[in-house]
């Protein structure tokens, strides 16, 4: 049974860095109608920026979480912009782009930083202890302002102004349009909240596991299984997906062996598309 318990706290951790990462997929799909494969870029960079501003300038942690959501993000709504905004209807051309921003990026970093992995440790050490089952601070903190982050963004979506103009937009571009809704405003402002999401997830995670010019790869292949899994354009889909994905991963792992948990996974979602191609929550995958 501790055995059991400990396999479930890891994979809430595991879920829980998945969640935000297929949310900030989910959403820029949802709304913009682009799949940003850029999404690991972002993540890698977060990761990076909060350690340049907690082991080289010596600032809290909290600050250097705090500057990788606002540097992913003021890039983010940069480059959506600059780049995305120009051929946002052209989904090929889009893919193109955001591939080749996810190559600049992780090329910067490799260049800047080597191919290995820095030395970036956790900010909490400790150990809280539940009867037989051992849960580290660090991922508490992850599940914790995980969970924050997603409440946060389902609040701004569904009980603002703003996030009722989002989801306007996802739901029909031209009647958003005749309501005198502006997609140029605000597109970019969902692409950098987007990428804020990852440039988080790097920096809460990063410490805990490995941070390298490409370590986002992964985490991204993961997320975008979860936003597969749970419907494309569904944000509920991708978060409960994505916890999900998370718990199979760990107890597969626990269980059986890492190496089985990814051929799990993609054998799972290969026989629910096939069932459900959809996804999980069938036609409401198409919006937000």
Request: proline share 4%.
């Amino acid at each position: 049974m501790n055995g059991f318990l400990q396999a479930f706290v890891n994979g809430l951790t595991l879920g829980a860095q998945y969640a935000l990462m297929a949310l900030g997929f989910s959403l820029i799909f949802g709304i913009l109608g682009v799949m940003n494969f850029a999404h690991g870029a972002f993540y890698a960079l977060g990761g990076y920026v909060a350690y340049l501003v907690d082991k080289t300038l010596g600032l809290p942690y909290a600050l250097a979480v705090v500057a990788a959501v606002l540097m992913t993000a003021a890039l983010g709504y940069v480059f959506e912009l600059v780049v995305i905004e120009r051929r946002i209807d052209d989904h090929l051309a889009t893919i193109v782009l955001t591939l080749g921003l996810s190559l600049v990026v992780g090329a910067s970093l490799l260049a800047i930083f080597g191919p290995r992995s820095v030395d970036f440790p956790a900010p909490l050490t400790g150990t809280l202890r539940a009867g037989g089952v051992y849960i580290p601070t660090a991922r508490l903190m992850i599940i914790v302002v995980s969970a924050a982050a997603i409440a946060g963004v389902y609040l701004l979506l569904y009980r603002t102004r703003l996030g009722n103009a989002l989801r306007a937009l996802a739901d029909d571009r031209t009647i958003a349009l005749a309501q005198g809704i502006r997609p140029k405003v605000l597109f970019p402002l969902a692409f950098g909240l987007a990428t804020g999401l990852a440039g988080l997830t790097g920096a809460l995670v990063t410490p805990i596991f490995s941070l390298a010019p490409f370590v986002g790869e992964h985490v991204l292949m993961i997320s975008f299984l979860a936003v597969i899994l749970g419907g494309l354009g569904s944000l509920p889909g991708a978060v409960i997906a994505s916890i999900l994905v998370g718990l199979v991963e760990s107890f597969v792992g626990f269980y059986i062996g890492g190496s089985w948990a990814p051929l799990m996974l993609f054998t799972a979602v290969l026989v629910l598309l096939v069932v459900r191609p959809t996804g999980l929550f069938g036609a409401k995958a198409a919006h937000v």
